[in-house]
């Protein structure tokens, strides 16, 4: 009797080799779960991750002045301010050049838009030149340089000129510097004057209101999801409609509402005035303030922070707490040592939602906030909306989105992302 041995592959029905086989059907069966999630895919890649890319372009993108000064960016190489005398004639005829092709293309007043966010003046200063150039001749009225300071004296200010060749580059960190109250000067980076450092005291601001706004939603929320959680079914859930009902609000009638409500003349004054717990000539100034801001918001967010905290809660079954008392833990022992710890994963989803959110927020800081109680989100939604300034308002957003990633590592580094759940 003789043993055989099988010394070739292993082969599936088809007489293909079975790996094959397997490795065909393994790549059939992931083709078919990405089609099946293409659509999601798509739609997360246009509505979120492509205008974060363009964001973060736009925050240093600044092509405006090579493409249309191409030929005076050239001539400026060798140009330096520090003479305190305005480049020669070979500049000024570039100039003249540039702006000739750049007044037919309407493109010169966009241009002084773009450099008037360095220095106030030269957007005024282009389009009043641009008037002038578009009537000159090129090759009969050269030469342009006393042309140009005829036409307004500040194309002799060697500032003038430091601003074209700082920012002639094609991307910049300019947008990042003014971010944070700096700016590019003849030396390198420096500080901006104090009347004019806004945004780091926004972000400041923007972090204490939100931190703020996120332990009050705690304090308040967390009672209400014990309650909502530890009673019956059915009240339960007719409280939870109460919740819910902020919902089906329009954000902004909540906010006029608290308008109305936290006014000198408001609702919440006359009620103290009538009382007499205040005098009706020191009425109390609610509105228009931080604290206004911290009230209405966390009326606003509240939500937010009772679904995940009930959502945890009710999933901690009560036994837990009659065993830990029956072991001879007091009310507060028990509830601290056994059921706050379970606790904690809704406390952790309920804070990030909320801080996250808010940190965001413009419209209702907007309303009731009056100047001290505005977020940086108000300052980019003004960039964005009105100074069309949209190069700074990408570079304040994109310095709020990566504070927002370094807290977010920093909570995942202290408490742990995976103890964090909605239910």
């Not at 600044?62 to 030929?71: A, G, R």
């Not at 966390?298 to 009560?318: A, E, G, K, N, Y």
């Not at 710890?341 to 804070?351: N, T, V, Y």
Request: overall charge neutral.
């Amino acid at each position: 009797m003789s043993d055989t041995t099988q010394t070739g592959p292993v082969l599936a029905a088809d007489g293909t080799p079975l790996k094959r086989s397997l490795m065909r059907a393994l790549r059939r069966e992931k083709m078919r779960a990405l089609l099946l999630i293409a659509p999601l895919l798509l739609f997360v890649l246009v509505t979120f991750i492509a205008p974060i890319v363009d964001m973060l372009f736009r925050s240093v993108e600044n092509e405006i002045v090579s493409e249309t000064l191409p030929k005076t960016v050239v001539a400026l190489e060798g140009y330096d301010f520090h003479t305190g005398e305005a480049p020669g004639e070979a500049v000024f005829a570039a100039l003249a050049a540039d702006l000739k092709i750049a007044v037919e293309a309407k493109t010169h007043t966009r241009l002084g838009s773009r450099l008037n966010y360095e220095k106030t003046g030269i957007s005024s200063l282009f389009r009043k030149t641009g008037r002038d150039v578009k009537k000159w001749d090129l090759e009969a009225d050269a030469p342009f340089r006393e042309k140009f300071i005829a036409a307004d004296k500040d194309w002799a200010d060697p500032d003038v000129w430091r601003v074209i060749q700082t920012y002639s580059g094609k991307y910049t960190n300019g947008y990042f510097l003014n971010a944070i109250d700096m700016e590019k000067g003849p030396e390198g980076p420096q500080w901006r004057d104090e009347s004019q450092q806004i945004y780091l005291m926004l972000l400041k601001r923007t972090m204490f209101l939100s931190i703020t706004i996120t332990l009050s939603c705690l304090l308040l929320g967390y009672p209400v999801a014990w309650l909502l959680s530890n009673i019956p079914m059915r009240t339960s859930n007719l409280l939870m409609i109460l919740v819910l009902l902020p919902f089906w609000t329009s954000l902004l009638v909540r906010t006029s509402a608290w308008k109305v409500l936290l006014q000198q003349q408001g609702v919440i004054n006359d009620v103290l005035v009538w009382i007499g717990l205040v005098d009706d000539a020191n009425r109390l100034v609610m509105i228009n303030n931080q604290f206004g801001t911290i009230v209405a918001m966390t009326h606003i967010l509240l939500p937010f922070m009772i679904l995940p905290l009930f959502s945890v809660m009710r999933t901690i079954p009560p036994s837990y707490l009659r065993a830990a008392k029956s072991l001879g833990a007091t009310d507060w022992t028990a509830f601290w040592r056994v059921y706050f710890p379970q606790s904690i994963p809704g406390i952790g989803a309920g804070s990030i939602l909320v801080f996250i959110l808010s940190i965001g927020y413009y419209i209702t800081p907007e309303l009731v906030g009056g100047t001290t109680g505005v977020f940086i989100s108000n300052r980019i939604a003004y960039h964005i909306s009105s100074s069309l300034n949209w190069g700074l308002g990408a570079a304040l957003g994109t310095i709020l989105l990566l504070l927002v990633l370094v807290l977010y590592w920093l909570y995942d580094r202290i408490v742990g992302i995976d103890n964090v759940k909605l239910g």
